[in-house]
C-alpha cells in the first residue's frame, strides 16, 4: 500500500504538488495520469524520498520510504532510465545495487534474463538503446522481488514486443496482490492495464476512482458520424444529444444510440459517410476531467 | 536491517562502483607509473652520482616529493568518483538503494577517501621500492616507512576527503577540480607571492600550503609547524565535508 497525506512541493512560486492525498491499493495496477507537468513524477520522487516533500507525508507499508528496514526487497522503482553511470555494465550496476542488499549475485543474472538483457550484460550501458536502458531500470525494480512496484512512463522507448511485455508483467504483478503503480502518458495503453486511475493535474487531485468509474463518469457509448453537412446535422439533433466535433467532417455524439443519428440523417436529407458506435475511452474521459482544470503544457516543457 | 549492517553493506557498493568504471582504473595506473617512473629516474640519478646523496637518507626520502603527484591525482580521482553520481544522474538509483542519506555519506566518504588514500600510500611504497633497487646501500628501513606512510597518510586522507566534501557539496566535476586546485596549488602560490601580509597569511592557512610543508618541511610563511599544517588540512576537509554533508542530507536528491 503507497499512501500520500497532504503531499505538497513547493519550488520557488510553483507548487508542483498540491496537497495531494491518495492511496494505491494492493492486488489492482493503478495508473497515474497527468499532463507533463502535473506533478507525476515528483510525485513518486517524493514517495520514495529522492525529493523532501515542503509539507504532507509519503508511505509505503506504512513508512516512510527511507525507514524501510530493507527498501529494495519492499519496493521496486523506474524513475528515470537515463540515471545511470554510463560507464559500468548492466551487470555490474546491478550488482552495486545488489550489494546494498545482501542480494545474491545469481538473482542479478536472473532478473537480467527476465528482460531481455542477459546478452548484453556485460556490454557498457553507453551502448544502450532507451529501450535496453528502460529494461534495465525495470531489472533493478525487480531486483529485490518486491511487494511494491513504482514505473515512471515504463514504455518509453520500449517496442511493441516491449510495451506487451511491460503490460503482462504488471497484470502478473497485480494479480499475485503486489501493489503497482504506473504513470503514462500513453491513455489507451493505460486503459488496457489498469484497474485504477489517480488523476492529477497542476499537482492536485482531480480523479481517484476505478477505471469503471471514470468511464461511466464521462457518459456511455458515443456515435461517431463522418458527414460532409456536419453542422446540418448538428442543428437537427435533440436537445439532449450531447455532440462534439471531433473534425471538420466528424462529429461524436452521446445521449443518443446510432440508430437515432442514421434516422435523423436519412429523414433531413444530410449524407452519412461513416456512422458507428464508440466505446467510452479513458482520453476522452482524461480530457473531460482535466479540459477546464488544466492547460496542457506542451511536450518537453519541465516545471 | 541493523544501521551496522546497512553501513556495511553501503560501503561494499561504494567499493564497487569506484572499480567498475574505467576512469578509476585510469587514475590508479597513471599515478603507478608517475611515481615508479620517478622512482627509477631518482634512483638512477643516486645510483650514478652517489655524492649527490644526503647522507643518511634512505630510498624512502627519495620518493616523498612524489607525494605532491599522488595529492593531485588522488583529488582527482576522489572528485571524479564523488561527483559521478551526480554528472550522469546515477544518484537516482543510488538514493533508491541507500535512502538513509546519513549512511550514504559515511560509506562514500570513508570508502573513496579510504581507498584513493591506500592507493596513494601504495604507490609510494612500490616507488621507494624501485629507488632502492637502483641504490640498495641506501636502505629500506621499515621503521622510516611506516613513518613516512604516516605522515604522507596524513596529506593524503585530508586532501581526498577535501576532495569528497568539495564534490558533494558542488555536485560538479568541474567545479570541484577548479576549487581543488585553486585550494591546493593555485591559492598558495598565488597569495605567497603578492607583497602584502595578509595575502601571506591566507596562503599560509590554505589547505595546499599545509600539504607543501608536509612534504617538503617548507611553507610560504617561517612560523608554520607540522601541527598548524596538520591542522589547516583538517579543517579544510572537515569543513568541505559539512558543506558536502548537508547538500546530501538536507536537499532533493540531484536539483
Given at each position: 500500500m503507497i499512501r500520500t497525506s497532504g503531499l505538497t512541493k513547493v519550488y520557488g512560486s510553483i507548487?508542483?504538488?498540491?496537497?495531494l492525498t491518495f492511496d494505491v491499493v494492493p492486488g489492482a495496477v493503478t495508473g497515474f495520469l497527468g499532463p507533463n507537468g502535473a506533478g507525476k513524477s515528483t510525485t513518486m520522487r517524493m514517495i520514495v524520498g529522492l525529493d523532501r516533500p515542503t509539507a504532507g507525508t509519503a508511505t509505503v507499508a506504512g513508512r516512510a520510504y527511507a525507514a524501510l528496514p530493507a527498501p529494495l526487497r519492499e519496493v521496486g522503482a523506474l524513475l528515470d532510465a537515463g540515471a545511470m553511470h554510463p560507464g559500468r555494465t548492466a551487470r555490474s550496476h546491478l550488482r552495486v545495487a545488489a550489494r546494498t542488499h545482501g542480494i545474491p549475485f545469481a538473482r542479478v543474472d536472473e532478473v537480467l534474463e527476465q528482460v531481455g538483457l542477459a546478452h548484453a550484460a556485460?556490454?557498457?550501458?553507453?551502448?544502450?538503446s532507451l529501450g535496453m536502458r528502460q529494461r534495465l531500470g525495470i531489472a533493478g525494480a525487480l531486483l529485490g522481488d518486491p511487494q511494491v512496484l513504482l514505473f515512471d512512463?515504463?514504455?518509453?522507448?520500449?517496442d511493441l514486443d516491449g510495451v506487451r511485455w511491460i503490460r503482462s508483467l504488471l497484470r502478473g504483478f497485480a494479480d499475485e496482490g503486489r501493489t503497482v503503480l504506473v504513470s503514462s502518458h500513453l491513455m489507451s495503453e493505460v486503459q488496457l492495464v489498469a484497474d485504477r486511475v489517480v488523476v492529477i493535474g497542476d499537482g492536485r487531485l482531480v480523479a481517484d476512482s476505478t477505471v469503471a468509474e471514470l468511464l461511466g463518469r464521462a457518459g456511455g457509448p458515443r456515435v461517431r458520424v463522418c458527414t460532409p453537412r456536419a453542422d446540418d446535422l448538428l442543428r437537427h439533433l435533440p436537445a439532449h444529444a450531447v455532440a462534439e466535433r471531433t473534425g471538420t467532417h466528424e462529429l461524436e455524439v452521446s445521449g443518443v444510440a446510432p440508430a437515432v443519428v442514421g434516422d435523423l440523417a436519412h429523414a433531413v436529407g444530410v449524407p452519412v459517410h461513416h456512422l458507428s458506435e464508440v466505446e467510452q475511452s479513458l482520453e476522452h474521459a482524461y480530457l473531460a476531467l482535466t479540459g477546464q482544470q488544466v492547460d496542457p503544457v506542451p511536450e518537453g516543457v519541465a516545471r | 536491517m541493523s544501521p551496522a549492517l546497512t553501513l556495511v553493506r553501503a560501503g561494499r557498493a561504494e567499493w564497487s562502483r569506484i572499480w567498475t568504471v574505467r576512469s578509476s582504473w585510469v587514475f590508479a595506473l597513471a599515478l603507478l607509473v608517475v611515481v615508479l617512473g620517478f622512482g627509477a629516474v631518482i634512483g638512477n640519478d643516486a645510483a650514478s652520482d652517489p655524492a649527490g646523496v644526503t647522507p643518511g637518507s634512505t630510498a624512502w626520502d627519495g620518493i616523498r616529493f612524489t607525494g605532491m603527484f599522488a595529492l593531485f591525482g588522488l583529488v582527482a580521482m576522489a572528485v571524479v568518483v564523488a561527483t559521478g553520481d551526480h554528472a550522469t544522474g546515477g544518484i537516482v538509483p543510488t538514493l533508491q538503494w541507500t535512502p538513509r542519506r546519513g549512511m550514504l555519506l559515511a560509506a562514500r566518504t570513508a570508502v573513496v577517501a579510504g581507498t584513493t588514500t591506500l592507493l596513494g600510500l601504495l604507490c609510494m611504497a612500490a616507488g621507494a621500492v624501485v629507488v632502492w633497487t637502483f641504490v640498495p646501500h641506501l636502505g629500506l628501513p621499515v621503521a622510516d616507512g611506516l613513518a613516512l606512510v604516516g605522515e604522507m597518510g596524513v596529506v593524503l586522507a585530508c586532501g581526498t576527503l577535501l576532495a569528497v566534501g568539495l564534490g558533494l557539496a558542488t555536485r560538479s566535476t568541474a567545479a570541484s577540480l577548479v576549487l581543488a586546485i585553486a585550494l591546493l596549488l593555485v591559492g598558495p602560490l598565488l597569495l605567497a607571492q603578492l607583497p602584502y601580509d595578509w595575502t601571506l597569511t591566507v596562503a599560509t592557512h590554505l589547505p595546499g600550503s599545509g600539504a607543501l610543508f608536509l612534504i617538503f618541511?617548507?611553507?610560504?610563511?617561517?612560523?608554520?609547524?607540522t601541527t598548524s599544517a596538520r591542522l589547516t588540512m583538517a579543517a579544510w576537509s572537515l569543513a568541505a565535508l559539512a558543506a558536502g554533508g548537508w547538500r546530501l542530507l538536507a536537499t532533493d536528491a540531484d536539483r
Open positions: 507548487r508542483a504538488v498540491d496537497d556485460r556490454r557498457r550501458i553507453r551502448g544502450y512512463e515504463p514504455v518509453n522507448g520500449l | 618541511g617548507e611553507g610560504p610563511s617561517d612560523d608554520m609547524t
